[in-house]
């Protein structure tokens, strides 16, 4: 039998199956070659022996990817969640945490929260954003009167496999996450022990599914996700809006930092790529530069 892990709890993992979650251990080769289950492992179960009812995971599956912070493998999509005004957005931060997704192999999606507060900005940041967030941005308000359905929209572009969630305090995470949470095939008494749970479990992840084969798990903190470990020629290839079909600089190696013939000065002047993606871009860019060359001095 296959199932994924959604929780891990002392050595016992909780392996979420077709036929409901079931708790095992794994088997013990995996000790000796030093492999660890982690949460969002895809693993096989079998009966540890004829006699009992109990399972072991006897096999991982191989990792298409997987972070540190959250400790988390087979991550399918970033759910960022940002607020319009108070707290201020920090886009170059989003910007990089959004490359590094991409640099996995990790789908985006962006969530504009507290839109109330300041609607021009939401408006702007959405228009920003809109060419490189793989399934949607939303600029939404979860204290508003259309809270419940904005919600219900941001659920329902929620791709497939497990979406890390990552905010900075007071965005309005918690507020998005109930909702998204709260209508899962599950009884209100389960639920509420689980996300009471999972509030004062910071140290150790869960995954929570919510129907149609999707997981949701939380980030540590917006500042904690993975950091860039690519170099600043790289960066660019991260930045989806940046390189579109058949696209061609006059040098190859155009770090699109000002060269002559670049191609990235016309997205800018069509509004493919936008002014505040470029900025940003031009400095997460000096910065790898400037780590490069003091990692050589
Ligand atoms: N104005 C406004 N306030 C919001 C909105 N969403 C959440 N809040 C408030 O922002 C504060 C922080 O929300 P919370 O969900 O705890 O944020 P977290 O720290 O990211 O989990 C709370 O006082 C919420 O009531 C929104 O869309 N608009
Ligand atoms: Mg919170
Ligand atoms: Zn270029």
Do not use: W
Not at 212 to 219: A, P
Request: proline share 4%; charged share 25%.
């Amino acid at each position: 039998m296959n199932g994924k892990i959604i929780k891990g709890i002392g050595g016992l993992y909780c392996v979420a199956t077709p036929a409901g979650d079931i708790f095992a251990k794994p088997r013990g080769i995996f000790r000796k070659n030093s492999v660890k289950p982690m949460i969002g492992d895809n693993v096989v179960l079998s009966k540890d022996s004829e006699e009992t009812s109990d399972y072991v995971i006897s096999e991982i599956l191989t990792r298409k990817n997987s972070l540190v912070r959250p400790a988390v493998a087979n991550v399918d999509c970033a759910l960022f969640i940002i607020a319009a005004a108070n707290p201020k957005p920090d886009l170059l931060l989003l910007d990089k945490l959004m490359a590094v997704s991409v640099s996995k192999g990790i789908k985006t999606m962006l969530v504009i929260n507290k839109a109330d507060r300041d609607g021009e900005a939401a408006e702007d940041i959405k228009n920003q954003y809109k060419n490189c967030v793989d399934c949607g941005v939303f600029a939404v308000s979860m204290t508003g009167d259309n809270s419940a359905e904005e919600a219900e929209t941001v659920k329902n572009a929620l791709p497939e496999g497990v979406t890390v969630l990552s905010g900075q305090s007071g965005v309005g995470k918690s507020t998005l996450t109930n909702r998204l949470l709260s209508k899962q095939a599950m009884t209100t008494g389960e639920l509420t022990k689980k996300i009471e749970r999972g509030k004062h479990t910071t140290r150790h992840s869960e995954m929570f599914e919510i129907g149609n084969g999707r997981f949701l798990i939380d980030s540590p903190g917006f500042s904690l996700f993975d950091a860039m470990d690519f170099g600043s020629r790289e960066l660019a290839g991260f930045y989806p809006e940046m390189r579109p079909e058949g696209a061609s600089c006059r040098f190859q190696d155009c770090s699109h930092t000002g060269e002559p013939g670049c191609f990235v000065e016309e997205l800018l002047r069509d509004g493919t790529v936008s002014a505040g993606r470029y900025e940003r871009y031009l400095k997460i860019y000096a910065e790898l530069k400037e780590q490069e060359r003091n990692r050589y001095k």
